[in-house]
């Protein structure tokens, strides 16, 4: 097993890309999904079960893991892999993002941020050099530059100081990570849905270096005409020898959208949190196990899928569970998403290895557009 962590790209079909990242800690084959294991854990799931859907990377939130059980404790208990029984790579993301959705009495400064606990009120600092010193601590094989993401609709000028400063942050990250032989420092670039300042940022980030660049800035309410719309230039912009990372997406025709304009790694809490609401993805759409169509249909979800929810249970059963509100409903519905997912990663990375990319996003569509089979 290799000891650096190297992309190697291995085949591309039109901008779509496939290859595998390589770590210390194993490979990563891109496409890659990453599920979230927010706080140290895929809810409703094992580790095991989580690698046995495919997962070969799980994402970790420092701003979670920073405030409980803090990451000091998690260092102390021999680090995240240790503490959460996953022994495969773990991206942390920078804990940016998460302070400005989920804290309170948030205080943005030149130096980092400023915020009191979403959980106890405690008053806390991130800033680039704080935030490298967490994801250090935790142990985390992928780490993220701590940056702003600006909430849009936002001016141009107001885009523009944003990214300024996330560029000045990007550096100051880069300084503090230091040489880690084995881990990786992503960039990510920002500039909202502005051509220019995208490419302002990824010269920026080029300038810097990283071993991986993430596309930042989207999935954040602006709809998947206006990603798609950064996603025809962005990827491009940054170099191609270096896996590119598009954060928080996302549902499956964004996934499927986002890896034919050139994205090797995304991650999402949608299969998992839709698990625990009763919404289901499948080849041929989304099924809410809720509805009292299925309360006596005893055939599978979906009976081309391999998961234990289709292979063992009826519809009629998840349905029971779900409505009974039984912790067995999680489990099996949250297997049955992540499955599904990584499913279709593996199917993509197929066909982008044999260039038959095109026919398989026709037939992706198509099944989609048939939708669920017919009630009894
Ligand atoms: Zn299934």
Excluded at 95 to 111: D, T
Excluded at 153 to 169: L, N
Aim: overall charge negative; aromatic content about 8%.
């Amino acid at each position: 097993m290799t000891q650096k962590f190297t992309f190697d790209l291995q085949a591309t079909d039109g901008q779509a890309r496939t290859g595998v990242i390589s770590t210390p800690r194993g490979d990563i084959r891109t496409p890659a999904f990453m599920p979230v294991g927010t706080a140290a854990t895929v809810k409703a799931m094992l580790p095991e079960s989580v690698a046995a859907t495919g997962a070969d990377i799980l994402l970790g939130n420092t701003y979670h893991l920073m405030l409980r059980p803090t990451a000091e404790r998690i260092d102390r208990l021999g680090g995240l892999h240790k503490f959460m029984n996953w022994d495969k790579p773990i991206l942390t993301d920078s804990g940016g993002f998460q302070v400005m959705s989920l804290a309170g009495l948030r205080k943005m400064s030149e130096e980092g941020v400023k915020f009191s606990s979403h959980i106890d009120g405690s008053k806390h600092m991130l800033t680039p050099e704080r935030s490298m010193e967490i994801q250090k601590l935790l142990g985390s094989d992928i780490v993220m530059c701590f940056d702003e993401c600006p909430a849009l609709p936002a001016t141009d000028a107001e885009v523009s100081k944003s990214m300024q400063m996330s560029m000045r942050w990007a550096q100051r990250s880069r300084d503090a990570f230091g040489d880690r032989p084995g881990h990786a420092l992503f960039g990510i670039q920002q500039g909202g849905v502005t051509q220019d300042l995208r490419a302002e940022s990824a010269e920026k980030l080029r300038e810097i270096g990283f071993d991986g660049y993430a596309v930042g800035g989207l999935a954040v309410g602006e709809g998947q005409e206006a990603m798609f719309g950064v996603l025809d230039y962005a990827p491009d912009m940054l170099p191609t020898d270096r896996p590119r990372y598009l954060m928080g997406v996302g549902k499956p025709d964004d996934i499927v959208g986002a890896v034919a304009r050139g994205i090797d790694m995304m991650d999402c809490v949608l299969p998992s949190r839709s698990g625990r609401t009763g919404q289901l993805f499948t080849r041929n759409g989304v099924i809410n196990i809720k509805n009292a169509r299925h309360a006596d249909d005893p055939r599978p979800l979906d009976e081309a899928c391999t998961c234990p929810a289709c292979s063992n249970y009826s519809r009629a059963y998840l349905h029971h569970v779900f409505r009974s509100q039984e912790m067995i409903s999680g489990m099996l519905l949250t297997w049955h998403n992540l499955h599904y997912f990584q499913e279709l990663m593996s199917d993509m990375r197929a066909a982008i290895a044999v260039g038959a990319f095109e026919a398989f996003q026709k037939k992706f569509h198509e099944d989609r557009a048939a939708g669920d089979i017919e009630p009894l």
